[in-house]
């Protein structure tokens, strides 16, 4: 295959329509992709995959509404600084709702809802959420440029010693979770603000959070390069950089260290001294948003998922009708285990046929006659490998042993 093809190959939105993964329709609008079975099994695993890692991590879970009164983003500064990439506002009565742009304001809320106290801190508040933002329609397609998103985020409320271990940690976060998925970041990007007047204009706190960032880096041992111009607008970030087959760079992660939506929303914790002190808010997204994640995930996997993402992770193949009750069996042991598992019996096709269609599932058990006698099933490997003709318990035991794993090893 030369480039070129190898590239529309590997397009997620014509492998995502092939696997039945997710799909448009002009109906719902574009930018707003609706999730098929399979890619509903995709997502809703890696969203597990992600609060799981956020809570053994430390961080509390938080769910807030994709709505919020135009006066909460005004304060933020949304409405100033960002307001050409959100919906027009819709007119309820005397007040004016907005579609959220980000999650931010609705988690400083939250944190403001009680008095705080230093020993609560760093007080972690992650959130899988729905925030909109109002893409022209000419630059949409699948699921990388879309009009609603699923944001993996979160916000640290630390005092300012705390700072840089958290956004450190939150690094380490990113850098483990791409190992599990099989995915790379190919840099890191220190942004910066550019000219113009989409940045809020306070130049101690760029400088400040400027400089914690790159003890970040500098601490996490990350080379990175400096761009101009790719800041949020309340303070710089450091971005995970991922590229596509076609070698085209998009940010999925970030970490960001903010003193401004602190002191917007007048955000304070009582300190060992008594006193009222400000907090810092880092801002940080493990896999960005479910959308972007996915359609990288389709990409450099070419659709075949590590083992514990797959859609379908064994499919059972009897060689003939007498093998229907033991692969059946074997089928309703692997569900029994929480494995996502099929059968593919000889009214699909003949053998050859049927493990053509299953090539991208990480398992196939064959059971002809020799192997349902012995309570066997000959085992094949997704990449190629034959690990032969093993005990189905033996089986399960080592498919759900690499399931529970994460990673992207298939066998041991
Ligand atoms: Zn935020």
Known sequence: MNGKADEKAMDHRRLGRALGLFDTDPLMGAGLPYWLPDGAVVRHTL??????????AGYRHVYSPA??????????????????????????????????PSLCPHHALIYRSRSRSYRELPLR????????????????????????????DAHVFCTLDQAVAEARAALELIARAYADLGIEAVRHRLSLPGAGGKYVADPELWR????????????????????????????????????DPASRESTLSTVQIDFHQPARFDLHYVGADGAKHRPVMVHRSVIGSVERAVAHLVEVHAGAFPAWLAPVQLVV???AEEQAEPAAALVREALALGLRAELAGPGE???????????????????????????????????????????????????????????????D
Request: glycine residues 12%; aromatic residues 6%; charged residues 30%.
């Open 47 to 56: 969203e597990e995959y992600i609060r799981d890692a956020e809570r053994r």
């Open 67 to 100: 709505l919020g009164k135009r006066e909460l983003y005004e304060i933020s500064g949304h409405w100033d600084h960002y307001r050409d990439d959100m919906y027009p506002p819709m007119r309820l009565g005397a007040e004016e709702v907005v579609l959220r």
């Open 208 to 243: 400040r959070a400027t400089g914690l960032l790159r003890e970040v880096l500098a601490e996490a041992g990350v080379a990175y390069e400096e761009a101009e111009g790719e800041a949020a607008f309340y303070g710089p970030k450091i971005d995970v950089q991922i590229a």
């Open 317 to 319: 193949l009897p060689v």
């Open 349 to 411: 096709g003949t053998l050859g046929a049927r493990i053509r269609a299953v090539r991208l599932v990480p398992y196939q058990a064959v059971i002809g006659a020799r192997e349902a006698g012995a309570g066997l099933a000959a085992v094949r490997l997704r990449d190629g490998r034959r690990p032969g003709a093993l005990p189905v318990g033996d089986l399960l035991r080592r498919v759900a042993g690499r399931v529970a794993a994460r990673g992207t090893a298939l066998w």
């Open 125 to 152: 508040l992650a959130e899988l959420g729905a925030m909109h933002r109002a893409e022209l329609s000419g630059v949409l397609g699948g699921l990388t440029r879309v009009r609603a998103i699923h944001l993996n």
